[in-house]
């Protein structure tokens, strides 16, 4: 089995650049919107972060939340929030391009597909800002 | 399909996890919940299934988008055993840590 990375069929290759991505605002917002991934892992880690102090006692906890305060946490996470955001919105506008619904045999609409993306995301964040403020 | 079901779950649930946690309860713009409150919210069953969730679909996520970010990004993909190793591993190694924390919950 040929390793399909090691394998050069004999036809022309112009080499790519590594910043070819910096060359247009389109293919900057491509990668911007590919990065944002890298702080969806982020969150992951604060959230297992704030579990294993939730776990370990009140003192830990405390210990975590003043941590969280510093203004590079704050700052990190700040731009993770636009990221996480920017990720929700670039998501929920492309699902009528993944999905094609036809009603009647006329096809719906973008926003037909996408606002109820747009819906449930605001329902189920009150809901859980609601559990999480309750106490 | 756990790239999509990553990108659902990251794009509905952290926003809100975000801005509540990472901004408004740090800078005060809101009441911290008390530890008591997320201690018991924490030892329901239905939150270690939330919490699991949270963690491990954006995981994956991540690891496809990531992986083929540094292939088409860097154009690195002749690296592609290592990014590999280091995407999906890392996937999978904290869906590992988060099934771990959240099964033995005090």
Do not use: S
């Given at each position: 089995m040929i390793n399909p990375t090691e394998y050069l069929p004999r036809s022309y290759h112009t080499r790519v650049s590594?910043?070819?991505?910096?060359?247009r605002w389109a293919y900057l917002k491509f990668i911007l919107r590919e990065a944002s991934s890298v702080f969806v892992a982020w969150i992951v880690v604060v959230t297992l972060l704030q579990t294993r102090a939730l776990r370990r006692g009140p003192a830990d906890y405390a210990e975590l939340q003043n941590w969280l305060r510093s203004p590079f946490l704050l700052a990190l996470n700040a731009v993770s929030l636009f990221f996480v955001i920017f990720h929700a919105v670039t998501w929920f506008n492309l699902t009528p391009k993944a999905m094609v619904i036809r009603l009647g045999g006329k096809r719906l609409s973008s926003l037909a597909i996408a606002a109820p993306n747009y819906v449930a995301w605001v329902v189920i964040s009150a809901a859980i800002a609601w559990i999480l403020l309750r106490g | 399909m756990l790239f999509s079901a990553g990108g659902v779950v990251s794009a509905m649930l952290m926003p809100i996890h975000v801005l509540l946690f990472g901004l408004a309860f740090p800078l005060g713009w809101l009441d911290t919940p008390s530890y008591e409150h997320l201690l018991a919210l924490v030892r329901h069953p239905l939150t270690r299934v939330y919490l699991f969730i949270l963690c491990s679909l954006p995981l994956f996520h991540w690891a496809h988008r990531f992986r083929f970010t540094l292939y088409?990004?860097?154009?690195?993909?002749?690296l592609n055993e290592l990014i590999n190793t280091f995407c999906y591993g890392g996937a999978t190694l904290g869906t590992a840590v988060a099934a771990y924390l959240l099964w033995r919950i005090p």
């Open positions: 590594t910043y070819w991505w910096l060359a | 088409d990004g860097l154009q690195i993909k002749h």
